[in-house]
């Protein structure tokens, strides 16, 4: 056999092989990608949604035990730098804060390559 002829052969094999198993985007229409791009970017925020809503409740879980902290102490203490706990209440609650801010805007990072291909309204007639 000639050598051109098997390496054409193996070409084909391999490309063969590869859309096969679906790692090749030869045969989807652009349509079918746009929309498989859609849906990933669609479960991947609402992980990043799901991940910001847990970080907002334990900041309001990590508040709330601040302010009860205050709340209890308040009459005994006249200053809050004494009041016991309060100080790793707040840095506590500063460090959740900072975490559920990097959770809100990575979401956001998602939502802003997502919403581009949603429809911004019922009579949206614009083909996605």
Not at 87 to 113: H, L, P, S, T
Request: net charge neutral.
């Amino acid at each position: 056999m000639d050598i051109k002829k098997l390496g054409l052969i193996s070409t084909i094999a391999m490309l063969s092989v590869t859309i096969s198993l679906g790692g090749c985007d030869l045969l989807k229409s652009q349509k079918e990608s746009k929309i498989e791009k859609i849906e990933r970017l669609k479960s991947t925020w609402d992980e990043k949604f799901r991940k910001s809503e847990e970080a907002q409740a334990k900041l309001k879980k990590s508040s709330k035990h601040k302010y009860e902290l205050l709340h209890k102490y308040k009459k005994e203490f006249e200053n809050n730098e004494f009041v016991p706990g309060l100080k790793e209440a707040a840095e506590e609650e500063w460090e959740i804060e900072k975490e559920a801010d990097k959770a809100y805007d990575e979401e956001n990072a998602v939502w802003n390559k997502l919403s581009p291909y949603l429809p911004r309204h019922e009579f949206d007639t614009r083909n996605y």
